[in-house]
C-alpha cells in the first residue's frame, strides 16, 4: 500500500477529483491548509509594512495500491497543473506499513492490498 498525499491550488481540486473518480478512487481525506513558501501568496500591507501573506492550498490523502501509483500520480499531476506561473503544488509518495482502527485497536484491512 502507498500513501499519496498531494497539496494543490483550492481551484483546482474539483478537477483533481474528477481525474481520480475516473480511476475509481473516490475515498479521499481533503483539509486546507496555509502553505508557508512553495505556493505564491499574497503580496500584504499593514501599517505601511509590506508581507507576504501564507498562501491557501488544499491537501488531500489517500491510499492507493503500489500497482497503481504511478497511474494515480500522473492523473493528480495533469489535473491540478495550472497555466500561471507560480507553485502548482506538490505531490507525496510514501510507502505504508500499517493502518489501525482507533475504534477497535485492530489492523484494517484495504480492499486494493
Not at 500513501?3 to 483550492?10: D, G, S, T, V
Not at 501564507?54 to 491540478?80: N, P, Q, Y
Amino acid at each position: 500500500m502507498v500513501k499519496i498525499e498531494a497539496i494543490i491550488q483550492p481551484f483546482k481540486l474539483d478537477d483533481v477529483k474528477v481525474a481520480l473518480e475516473g480511476l475509481g478512487i473516490t475515498g479521499i481525506t481533503i483539509c486546507h491548509v496555509f502553505v508557508h513558501g512553495g505556493l505564491v501568496g499574497q503580496k500584504m500591507s499593514y501599517r505601511g509594512a509590506k508581507y507576504n501573506a501564507d498562501a491557501l492550498g488544499v491537501k488531500f490523502e489517500l491510499v492507493v495500491s503500489s500497482l497503481v501509483v504511478d497511474e494515480v500520480v500522473d492523473a493528480i499531476s495533469r489535473a491540478a497543473r495550472t497555466t500561471t506561473p507560480g507553485d502548482d503544488g506538490t505531490i507525496m509518495v510514501s510507502e505504508m506499513a500499517d493502518a489501525i482502527s482507533v475504534r477497535s485497536g485492530q489492523r484494517v484491512k484495504f480492499a486494493l492490498s
